[in-house]
Nanobody, 123 residues
Framework: QVQLVESGGGSVQAGGSLRLSCAAS?????MGWFRQAPGKEREGVAAIYASSGATYVPDSVKGRFAVSRDNAKNTIYLEINSLNPEDTAMYYC???????????????????WGQGTQVTVSS
């Protein structure tokens, strides 16, 4: 069982940036970031292939969100720029060892989950 531990969340003002980290206890083919705001469904915001480093970022956050990895540390990162209050959510790191396309960002296909880290953006 792979364990995922997120860090880096916090409270920031609109327009600011944050970098979230997720350390994995083992290698997983696909790793990604999801977020869930109060009253909303969990949505995928970025994914990365552990082997190639290729990334997937949905159009909804493309240009502001970027995902990267450090395989030596089994760690992925989520860089969020130009934060706005609508980005306020719990951000979760997730992983899948079975997906061939990491962009299939559903809560059913990603089976490893971290505990989440809160991001709060004030206007």
């Amino acid at each position: 069982q792979v364990q995922l531990v997120e860090s880096g969340g916090g409270s920031v003002q609109a327009g600011g940036s944050l970098r979230l980290s997720c350390a994995a206890s083992g290698n997983i083919g696909c790793m990604g970031w999801f977020r869930q705001a109060p009253g909303k469904e969990r949505e995928g915001v970025a994914a990365i292939y552990a082997s190639s480093g290729a990334t997937y970022v949905p159009d909804s956050v493309k240009g502001r969100f970027a995902v990267s990895r450090d395989n030596a540390k089994n760690t992925i990162y989520l860089e969020i720029n130009s934060l706005n209050p609508e980005d306020t959510a719990m951000y979760y790191c997730a992983g899948s060892s079975r997906l061939t396309y990491c962009g299939t960002m559903t809560t059913e296909r990603y089976t490893y989950w971290g505990q989440g880290t809160q991001v709060t953006v004030s206007s």
